[in-house]
């Protein structure tokens, strides 16, 4: 980069410099994060607080597809999407000495947040992009640090905020009785009905869906932005850093690959026993006293083991998954705004069924499979004409302020 070089000689990656892992890793990411996400665009975000209140029965089959999604998918990867953001801060704006980048990174993060916001209230409360955005500016300022102090300071601090939240969910549970009664007196409780009452708004129309979804992102990205930024940019740290060490570029040794992918399988597993024997029991009911909620605060584990061996995978030759995921991370933005617009057109909008609180959660195991499906296959139709997802487009031609090309032949 020379000492001339400013915004407008500044273009967008091209495709022969991708970094193949990281595209594949963001297709698992955000294909991952929507088994989450779907029931919060099913459900009541306040079901969580009242899982008494469910409006299906929670039996033979429900139980194994929530057991799933919480085990298996739960922070896990948006763990993921997290630290790749990260990397992502480094590869648009470069070290913090370079004038134009930061410029250019300041811009997208601007236009990040105008379509959050966006997003957020004319469609679907669970937005991330807003806590990206603000997170990206934190992280935006720490960006030239050496990889193994961000490695350091990411993984700790995202450790010591997992045992923080861990610890407390035990003792919650299997503390001093003192402190058990105070806790338990302390959880946020919904009167009888609260839930039916949410469906019912959601299911009356427009007005009544939009008022409840713009309460709920009041409170959730005021939580998000105030709270979980906390966690969020460790998380961001820990990207950064693996990818200046080579980590994710599969240029670490084989051996570490090869102790995350134990690591994690072991925390998956014991979460696994735990969790199944906690929502088997039933709502209010302690089977584990507590240690299921210690093992399932330490998501990292298991994100780790997943990219590890992803990325064994795919820097030893699995083409197949390259060919499969890849399309979808170099259209992640896009894939996830089109995620909210195909998940609240079924459940809530006017122009669908509304089927909002309608779907158990073996239904929604049929929904999310639809949609993956969907967008494996348009993903990879899309980028063999075009060099960019729709919406990246959109977005960089806002970052860089100008028209950049779309079609393949024109970039």
């Given at each position: 980069m020379t000492?001339?070089?400013?915004?407008?000689?500044?273009?967008?990656?091209?495709a022969?410099?991708r970094i193949?892992?990281?595209?594949v890793?963001?297709?698992?990411a955000?294909l991952?994060?929507?088994?989450?996400?779907?029931?919060?665009?099913?459900?009541?975000f306040?079901?969580q607080?009242?899982?008494?209140?469910?409006?299906?029965?929670?039996?033979?089959d429900n139980v194994?597809?929530?057991?799933?999604a919480?085990?298996?998918f739960?922070?896990k990867?948006?763990?993921?999407?997290?630290?790749l953001?990260?990397v992502s801060?480094f590869?648009v704006?470069g070290?913090?000495?370079d004038?134009a980048?930061?410029k250019l990174?300041?811009?997208?993060?601007f236009?990040?947040?105008v379509?959050?916001?966006?997003h957020?209230l004319?469609?679907?409360?669970?937005?991330v992009?807003?806590?990206y955005?603000?997170?990206?500016?934190?992280?935006?300022?720490?960006?030239s640090?050496?990889a193994?102090?961000l490695?350091?300071v990411?993984l700790g601090?995202?450790?010591l905020l997992?045992?923080?939240?861990?610890?407390?969910?035990w003792l919650?549970a299997?503390?001093p009785?003192?402190?058990?009664?105070?806790?338990?007196?302390?959880q946020?409780?919904l009167?009888q009905g609260?839930?039916?009452a949410?469906?019912?708004?959601y299911?009356?129309g427009w007005?009544?869906?939009?008022?409840?979804?713009?309460?709920?992102w009041l409170?959730?990205q005021?939580?998000?932005?105030?709270?979980?930024?906390?966690s969020?940019?460790?998380?961001?740290m820990?990207?950064l850093?693996?990818?200046?060490?080579?980590f994710?570029s599969?240029?670490?040794?084989m051996?570490?690959?090869?102790?995350?992918?134990?690591?994690?399988g072991a925390?998956?597993?014991?979460h696994?026993?735990?969790?199944?024997r906690?929502?088997?029991?039933?709502?209010?009911?302690e089977a584990?006293?507590g240690?299921a909620?210690?093992?399932?605060a330490?998501p990292?584990?298991?994100?780790l083991?997943?990219?590890?061996?992803?990325i064994v995978?795919?820097t030893?030759?699995a083409?197949?998954?390259?060919?499969?995921?890849a399309?979808?991370?170099?259209?992640?933005f896009?894939?996830y705004?089109a995620?909210?617009?195909?998940m609240?057109?079924?459940?809530?909008?006017?122009?669908?069924?509304?089927?909002?609180?309608?779907?158990?959660?073996?239904q929604?195991?049929g929904v999310v499979?639809l949609?993956?499906?969907?967008?494996l296959i348009?993903?990879?139709?899309?980028?063999s004409?075009f060099?960019m997802g729709p919406?990246e487009w959109?977005?960089?031609?806002?970052?860089y302020?100008?028209?950049v090309?779309l079609?393949r032949?024109a970039a």
């Amino acid at each position: 980069m020379t000492a001339e070089t400013t915004i407008d000689t500044l273009n967008p990656v091209r495709a022969k410099d991708r970094i193949a892992t990281l595209d594949v890793l963001r297709g698992l990411a955000v294909l991952g994060i929507l088994a989450v996400n779907a029931a919060a665009y099913a459900l009541p975000f306040a079901l969580q607080m009242a899982p008494e209140q469910t409006p299906f029965a929670m039996t033979g089959d429900n139980v194994v597809a929530h057991w799933a999604a919480e085990v298996f998918f739960r922070q896990k990867f948006i763990t993921l999407f997290s630290m790749l953001f990260g990397v992502s801060i480094f590869l648009v704006g470069g070290e913090r000495g370079d004038e134009a980048r930061g410029k250019l990174l300041r811009r997208r993060l601007f236009w990040l947040a105008v379509i959050a916001v966006i997003h957020g209230l004319a469609l679907w409360y669970g937005d991330v992009l807003l806590l990206y955005a603000w997170a990206g500016l934190f992280v935006m300022l720490i960006r030239s640090m050496k990889a193994s102090t961000l490695i350091a300071v990411g993984l700790g601090v995202t450790l010591l905020l997992a045992t923080m939240q861990g610890a407390m969910g035990w003792l919650g549970a299997a503390g001093p009785e003192e402190f058990v009664r105070q806790y338990q007196a302390n959880q946020p409780k919904l009167p009888q009905g609260a839930i039916a009452a949410i469906i019912a708004d959601y299911q009356s129309g427009w007005a009544g869906a939009m008022s409840r979804n713009f309460n709920a992102w009041l409170m959730l990205q005021g939580m998000s932005l105030l709270a979980v930024v906390f966690s969020t940019v460790p998380l961001m740290m820990l990207g950064l850093g693996l990818f200046k060490a080579g980590f994710l570029s599969g240029r670490a040794p084989m051996w570490l690959y090869g102790v995350l992918v134990v690591l994690g399988g072991a925390v998956l597993a014991l979460h696994g026993v735990l969790q199944w024997r906690e929502i088997a029991a039933g709502p209010g009911i302690e089977a584990t006293r507590g240690l299921a909620a210690l093992v399932a605060a330490y998501p990292i584990f298991v994100t780790l083991g997943y990219a590890s061996l992803v990325i064994v995978l795919v820097t030893r030759g699995a083409g197949w998954l390259k060919a499969i995921l890849a399309p979808v991370g170099q259209m992640a933005f896009t894939n996830y705004l089109a995620q909210t617009i195909i998940m609240t057109s079924i459940f809530y909008m006017p122009w669908g069924p509304r089927l909002y609180g309608q779907l158990d959660y073996v239904q929604l195991w049929g929904v999310v499979a639809l949609v993956w499906t969907i967008q494996l296959i348009w993903s990879r139709l899309w980028l063999s004409r075009f060099a960019m997802g729709p919406l990246e487009w959109v977005w960089r031609c806002l970052t860089y302020g100008r028209r950049v090309p779309l079609r393949r032949a024109a970039a």
